[in-house]
């Protein structure tokens, strides 16, 4: 690894911007795209959900990462390399595809998108998580939902210039572009050698018989349930309630994005300054004010200023409940199968995404995007019961 901790933190950063492209692409312009293809919420909703299963499948990707030092070049680093070419090679293919068409051939390019995705991401975890001190793990968190945002609203930016203004294969090759920025900083990476205790041992998986260890991966379903499946319905209600255009939806996602830096920066702070309990419950109030207050404040009479200001709080939201969930499940992983059970914690949060997507997209052609966000806002609750399991190991 880089000895400068600067270098370092870009290195993560870097590798979760281009994640962030594609998340932007997705919550900001794939429903539409879906849409303008004759497609309906619900097949918004399966897509997303499917395309969604690589991640669930991580625990699978890490244990090969543990465990298999690949041509001997290290367990993380040839990893993202592969997750990254197949990344490339896939966002090449979309423009040939024709999604009305060729929906299901069009499911199962996303699927394989999203398995390079999830190859290169949970390797990046298990780096992030063999390299980084404890009481650094908040900030290396902050870093990496961070850079995802900036590649959020770069790709948001970009992508609704581009899709009303060039095309949409202009979308994706940009996109493609996009993936090759953090090969620089990963070719520069040598991984340092694993300590005979740090080695991968079966037995390390029996921490998932303690219950505190499951909290964790239940709470983190519940959070992303909650935060992904609501966005799915935020840029779609901008545009049937104020009518905004592609490159306006652009660039509110974008400063959605900006938001969410925010909300990583002071996920952060907080985690210094606060108790985790405390940073949990201010993020989860958050999630339901500024869920709430989308519901009931975007309408054509209080104007676009509004919701856009509405907007960036949801973002700062969701950036508090990324960083605050994410470094929860840093503090409960074993160093022995590092990626794996930090992918197993993500693979619930990955499940939440999936249900929250699918049942976002139901509710929301049986009763509206206003209900539905209104529901969502309140679901956060759900995970009150897990508390005293969750921070019995704090005051521990």
Request: aromatic residues 12%; positive net charge.
């Given at each position: ?14 590798l ?27 097949d ?28 001997g ?19 090449l ?18 699927f394989l ?25 908040g ?5 990496m ?6 590649g ?9 210039l581009?899709a009303?203004?060039v095309?949409?294969?202009?979308v ?5 572009l996009l ?5 620089p ?31 964790v991966?239940?709470?983190g ?10 966005q799915?319905q ?37 985690m ?9 419950l ?52 074993d ?27 139901a ?8 209900v ?19 921070f ?5």
């Amino acid at each position: 690894m880089p000895k400068s901790k600067t270098i370092r933190l870009i290195l993560f950063a870097s590798l979760y911007f281009t994640q962030g492209t594609i998340l932007g692409y997705f919550s900001s312009l794939n429903a539409l795209y879906l849409l303008d293809n004759g497609l309906t919420m619900t097949d918004v909703g399966i897509f997303s959900a499917i395309a969604l299963i690589p991640f669930v499948l991580k625990i699978f990707l890490g244990m090969l990462s543990d465990r298999v030092n690949l041509f001997g070049r290290g367990h993380r680093i040839p990893y993202i390399l592969i997750g990254l070419a197949v990344q490339l090679i896939c966002l090449l293919a979309v423009p040939m595809l024709n999604p009305a068409r060729q929906y299901w051939l069009f499911v199962a390019l996303a699927f394989l998108l999203q398995l390079g995705m999830a190859f290169y991401d949970t390797c990046t975890d298990g780096l992030a998580l063999d390299t980084t001190p404890v009481d650094e793990q908040g900030q290396i968190q902050a870093f990496m939902v961070g850079g995802r945002a900036v590649g959020t609203i770069v790709a948001a930016s970009l992508v609704g210039l581009l899709a009303q203004h060039v095309s949409w294969s202009a979308v994706f090759w940009s996109l493609a572009l996009l993936t090759l920025l953090p090969l620089p900083f990963v070719l520069l990476v040598r991984e340092p050698e694993r300590k005979s205790e740090e080695r991968f041992d079966w037995k390390a998986f029996a921490a998932f018989k303690r219950w505190p260890v499951i909290a964790v991966g239940l709470a983190g379903l519940v959070v992303f349930l909650v935060i992904v499946g609501a966005q799915q319905q935020v840029n779609p209600f901008l545009t049937e309630e104020l009518g905004v255009s592609l490159s306006q939806i652009g660039m509110i996602t974008s400063l959605w994005g900006v938001g969410i830096v925010l909300g990583s920066m002071i996920a952060s702070a907080l985690m210094k300054k606060l108790p985790v309990k405390k940073a949990f419950l201010l993020m989860v109030a958050s999630i339901t004010i500024s869920l709430a207050a989308l519901s009931i404040f975007v309408r054509a009479r209080f104007g676009l200023e509004l919701a856009i200001g509405l907007v960036i709080l949801y973002g700062i939201a969701y950036g508090l409940g990324q960083t605050i969930t994410f470094a929860l499940c840093m503090r409960v992983v074993d160093s022995r199968i590092a990626a794996s059970m930090f992918a197993i914690l993500m693979a619930f949060t990955n499940v939440g995404q999936g249900i929250g997507l699918a049942l976002s997209g139901a509710l929301a052609d049986a009763a509206g995007f206003r209900v539905t966000l209104l529901v969502f806002a309140f679901l956060p609750f759900i995970a009150l019961p897990l508390f005293p399991t969750l921070f019995r190991q704090e005051r521990a």
